[in-house]
């Protein structure tokens, strides 16, 4: 399966392309061309001594558009802030039977605290009057084959490979294929396990985890946290 990352130069796109690039061809996204290609093949590197001869999986680098292009799952690996405009460039790239994985989430910090901050979107009668990221790429696209997940994994435990990620990853979408997709791709990440939290209006629940796990960390003083269901 061909897989673009967009925004994938970060811990978190470069993680995911190291941990699915044993098997599935990943193209790695930037807004600059070159240093797409220049992340990917360092990547590329890494993978090859990890999985040696039995990686059947590749890694590339291009620009976003031609990423989304080229791809049959894509995942956002973007700022929240710039989320609206940047799916309305990308929209183009974005056919109604491609998959879009959301691990975005929309933050504020006051003082030392985080809180979530959805969307406000007013004159939409399509949209609730706050969205969650998911939600608004779902609308911008037009497209029900929307994925929120990875909200809660750590992006510095996630690229060092000798990590192991006891986690569970909590979804939310509408799309039936789509979330199994998706679950195949999680459980392909060793001791990740995929759990369907309900259809994408539930999004907002999930994203707002992520505020919730930094200001444990941050009143505890503990290290990268993220979540599993006992």
Same mark, same amino acid.
């Given at each position: ?20 690039? @044993? @098997? ?77 994985? @959301? ?9 030392? @605290? ?117």
């Amino acid at each position: 399966m061909k897989i673009a990352i967009l925004g994938g130069t970060g811990d978190f796109g470069g993680g995911l392309a190291l941990r699915w690039a @044993s @098997s599935h061809n990943i193209v790695i996204g930037s807004r600059d061309e070159e240093r797409a290609k220049a992340f990917a093949e360092k990547y590329k590197r890494v993978a090859e001594r990890l999985y040696g001869k039995e990686m059947e999986g590749s890694i590339i680098g291009d620009e976003n558009f031609q990423a989304a292009k080229v791809s049959e799952i894509v995942v956002f690996s973007v700022p929240y802030k710039n989320l609206i405009k940047f799916t309305r460039s990308i929209r183009p790239f974005i056919t109604k039977d491609k998959i879009v994985v @959301s691990p975005v989430v929309p933050i504020d910090k006051d003082g030392e @605290s985080f809180s979530y901050a959805p969307y406000l979107l007013s004159g939409s009668s399509n949209l609730p009057r706050y969205a969650s990221a998911a939600e608004v790429i779902s609308f911008e696209l037009k497209s029900k084959r929307i994925v929120a997940a990875f909200h809660t994994l750590p992006a510095k435990k996630l690229c060092r490979l000798e990590v192991d990620l006891d986690y569970d990853v909590i979804m939310a979408g509408d799309d039936t294929e789509a979330i199994k997709q998706v679950s195949k791709l999680v459980s392909q990440i060793s001791n990740l396990r995929p759990i369907y939290a309900g259809p994408l209006k539930t999004s907002k629940l999930l994203e707002s985890l992520t505020p919730m796990l930094l200001n444990v960390r941050l009143y505890n003083k503990m290290g990268d946290l993220s979540v599993k269901i006992v």
